[in-house]
């Protein structure tokens, strides 16, 4: 499941938080979330309630990752700013690449009731 960009990325946002370690598969992956991020689902299900800010695809959250490490990044030295704009740029043509290659998702249906 992780490939080495995807393994990149965790390292980074552990580092971020103090972690010391990176998870390798889903499951570590789901343990280390709810370890470094208690709060994080709650978080995001109060916002969707209550800001009616749903998250569609994953791909929204690494845009607004990108938009959170740029406007963090006038705190780094400018070399650092440098490598910072030169990864964000990687991240999000990577993002769009995705998004491109995606055809639109099916409407949703519900089931008929029994």
Same mark, same amino acid.
């Not at 991020?37 to 299900?45: N, Y």
């Not at 969707?48 to 791909?59: E, L, Q, V």
């Not at 400018?78 to 099916?106: M, N, W, Y």
């Given at each position: 499941?992780?490939?080495?960009? &995807?393994?990149? +990325? ?29 709060? @994080? ?31 963090? @990044?006038?705190?780094? &030295? ?7 704009? +030169? @990864? ?6 990577? +993002?769009?690449? +995705? ?16």
């Amino acid at each position: 499941f992780f490939q080495c960009h &995807t393994t990149k +990325v965790v390292e980074i946002i552990g580092t971020c938080l103090g972690a010391d370690n990176t998870p390798r598969d889903m499951d570590q992956y789901k343990n280390w979330l709810n370890f470094w991020l208690p709060s @994080g689902a709650s978080k995001s299900r109060i916002r969707a309630c209550f800001d009616n800010k749903i998250i569609r695809s994953p791909a929204e959250i690494m845009i607004h990752v990108c938009a959170l490490m740029v406007f963090w @990044g006038g705190l780094y &030295t400018p070399e650092l700013q440098d490598q910072l704009a +030169v @990864g964000v740029k990687f991240i999000l043509s990577c +993002v769009h690449r +995705v998004l491109a290659q995606q055809t639109r998702p099916a409407p949703l249906r519900l089931l008929q009731p029994l």
